[in-house]
């Protein structure tokens, strides 16, 4: 079965600070690995994904995410956070060939201070 | 070109009633994928359509069926309402069976009292 955990519930960070988002899944092939942003009220957006090829990804938003498979993690980063990036962010990983079957994790709320 | 929309916004229900939510998908795409997201939780899988067909079903009973039409829009039906029902409910369309990106909707919140 498979599975995504986002150990981290709430993170807040000063705006221009870095920030890393972590992410583990667990998955029994070569997993689809994705990261979505959720504003209040809205749908899922996709920031980025990966299936193979180079393991450090980069998406929309100034974002990027690095593929760890002996660690079995998909952690998204920004250099630099920005107040519009306060939102609820979830990992999902899913089989290659549907990604419309994905499994979520719990989301990371994402606080951003001035 | 349309994004996925859904309808409609809000919803309140009282348990044991029964209720249809409504997703167009985007133009192009003939999958359609259902997710339910509890409050503080990830969405999680309820099942996919695909050319009209259920291509895959979560961990969810059977009160909560589904269908697609020909021009590929989608409707989830759930029966007797259960409090636990109460949730924010999405679709995602995707391109062929095998879509490699799914593109979301804005959702449609149930609140069952």
């Known amino acids: 079965a498979q599975s995504v955990t986002q150990p981290d519930i709430h993170i807040t960070v000063s705006e221009g600070a870095s920030l890393e988002l972590r992410c583990n899944y667990s998955?029994?092939?070569?997993?689809?690995l994705f990261w979505y942003v959720q504003s209040p009220g809205q749908g899922l957006q996709l920031l980025l994904k990966y299936f193979s090829g180079d393991t450090l990804v980069q998406g929309i938003k100034g974002f990027e995410a690095e593929f760890k498979r002996s660690q079995s993690s998909f952690n998204l980063r920004k250099p630099s956070v920005h107040w519009s990036d306060a939102a609820e962010y979830f990992c999902?990983?899913?089989?290659?060939?549907?990604?419309?079957?994905?499994?979520f994790g719990d989301g990371t709320t994402l606080t951003v201070k001035p | 070109e349309t994004g996925v929309t859904q309808s409609p916004t809000h919803l309140i229900k009282t348990r044991g009633q029964q209720v249809t939510l409504r997703c167009s998908s985007q133009?192009?795409?003939?999958?359609v994928s259902w997710y339910q997201q509890a409050l503080g939780q990830g969405p999680q899988f309820i099942f996919q359509?695909?050319?009209?067909?259920?291509?895959g079903r979560g961990n969810f009973p059977p009160r909560f069926s589904g269908l697609q039409f020909p021009n590929y829009s989608s409707e989830l039906n759930v029966n007797a309402l259960e409090l636990d029902d109460s949730a924010l409910y999405l679709c995602a369309s995707s391109s062929g069976g095998n879509g490699n990106e799914q593109f979301f909707g804005p959702g449609t919140r149930l609140t069952v009292l």
């Open positions: 999902a990983v899913g089989p290659p060939t549907n990604a419309g079957k994905s499994t």
């Open positions: 133009s192009g795409h003939n999958t």
């Open positions: 998955y029994g092939a070569t997993p689809y």
């Open positions: 359509y695909y050319r009209e067909e259920e291509n």
